[in-house]
Structures are given as C-alpha cells and as structure tokens.
C-alpha cells in the first residue's frame, strides 16, 4: 500500500505548481506592501489538519469541542472512510478567514499548516509497510499572488526554518499514516459516521474530549509506558494526540503500537 498525504490550499485552477528539491531556491515575500496582501485570506477551501486544531484551540483559548463547532465544517476526505474538518469562511461577499483583522492574521503564531506553508505545497508518500514516509514539495503560483515577483530568495530548508514546519511536519506526517490505515475502511461495516468512526474522529479532531475519554476509562494504565510518559500524554496536547494515534492503530487494526499491562 502506498501512503500519500498532501498539505496544500485549494489552488483553484489558475495554480501552477512546480516541484522544488530541498536545495532549490524559490523567490518570495508577503509584507503589507505588496499589491496582494491578505488576498490569500480569502474564499479559502482549507483543510484542519488534528495538529493544526490543537494549536489554534489553544490560541483561542477555548476546547476543542467550542472550536469544531464554532469554526469548521465537515468536508470530503482524501478517501471515501474519513472526512476531512475544513475551516469555515465569514459569510459575505469577499468571504475572509475568520481569523483576519486590518492588521492581518490574528492567529499568525498558530496558523493553520498550510498557511504555514505557503507558497509551497508538501506531500508525503510511502512504499509500503515498514518503508519511510518521504516528503517532496512544489511552490505554487497563483495569479494574483505578487510576493513572487520580491527579490528575497529561500530554499526549502531555509523556509521550513523560518516559518517553523518540523513540528507540524512531523505531527502531519504521524496523521498521514493514520489516515492511510482508515483508507482501508476498518469500520467493520459499520458505514459513514458508525461507533467507530465517530470514536476515531473524537481521538484525531476533538482532543479535550478524547482527554475526558482518557481519563473516565483509565486508558493510559492499561498500556505499559513509563511514569514520564504518562505525565506528558496527561499534560500534554501533542503527546495524547501521538497516544492517540497509537491507540486508534492498536484498538482498530490490531498493530503493536501500544503494549497492554
């Protein structure tokens, strides 16, 4: 089976996507003085990715229950097995991110991956079980977008380091391998939005209540880790989202992702 993923805005069909290896240099700056500023922040069709949700939540200080019910929508996923959590715009003509001041973007700390990424666009693939996810990139250009026509110049490497992607890259690629394992539908027959599904997608989306979840049931005595780890999946997003994971991996496709007491 091969495992893909991408992180990507809705390009629209005036995108031009073109690959780029980690040592090459695109040209791009987005500042208030270009003629496009915050154009992008508009009628977007943006995917949340889980990692995405749990910062943004925080940033708002609010739960993750308020955030999915106040902010987002359900969407067509990369398969038929799982939906995708898509960002709700304002209702109105020019249709703004909801996170969009005069001044720019309120949440700009905690933006979303793919406003993060942007002008690039990452995949990952893998070849089979037990093979490595491997990355590529493309830098987009849209027609409207002028920050490529700036003269300061990035790598990959470069860019990845400034807008500071490793650790939504590598939250992104663990999802990436979960998403992959609910495209072999392991519902059981259950269908769209069965017991299952619905726990699953309490686990990647809704983290507080998986939390609530966690505690009620004692999930984390049942498996061995030490005392270290159980502290940081009990204080830490991130970390019970990885358990998360790992549980799901486990209690649906019988992998040895956690070892049961």
């Known amino acids: 089976m091969v495992t893909r993923s991408e992180v990507t805005t809705e390009t629209g069909p005036d995108a031009q996507a073109i690959p780029l290896q980690e040592r090459e240099s695109f040209q791009f700056r987005c500042h208030q003085?270009?003629?496009?500023?915050?154009?992008?922040?508009?009628?977007?069709?943006l995917r949340l990715y889980p990692y995405d949700i749990i910062c943004l939540k925080n940033k708002l200080s609010c739960s993750s229950t308020e955030f999915l019910e106040r902010y987002t929508r359900l969407g067509a996923g990369v398969h038929p097995y799982f939906?995708?959590?898509?960002?709700?715009?304002?209702?109105?003509e020019e249709a703004p991110c909801p996170f969009l001041r005069e001044s720019g973007c309120s949440v700009y700390t905690d933006r979303p991956s793919a406003c993060r990424t942007y002008p690039l666009e990452r995949g990952v693939e893998k070849e089979g079980v037990g093979a490595k996810l491997k990355s590529h990139y493309s830098v987009v250009h849209h027609s409207y977008c002028k920050g490529h026509d700036e003269e300061n110049s990035y790598t990959v490497r470069q860019w990845k380091r400034e807008q500071r992607l490793d650790s939504f890259n590598l939250m992104n690629d663990l999802w990436a391998e979960v998403d992959a394992f609910f495209a072999g539908d392991p519902w059981q027959g259950e269908g769209h939005a069965g017991p299952r599904q619905q726990l699953a997608f309490m686990v990647c989306y809704n983290l507080d209540a998986f939390r609530a979840y966690c505690i009620e049931n004692k999930l984390t005595s049942r498996y061995r880790m030490d005392r270290d780890q159980r502290r940081r999946i009990e204080r830490d997003d991130a970390e019970l989202l990885k358990f998360g994971f790992n549980w799901l991996l486990h209690v649906l496709g019988n992998k040895r992702t956690l070892t049961p007491r």
């Open 83 to 92: 939906p995708a959590v898509m960002l709700n715009m304002v209702v109105s």
């Open 33 to 45: 003085g270009v003629s496009c500023y915050l154009t992008c922040c508009h009628k977007l069709e």
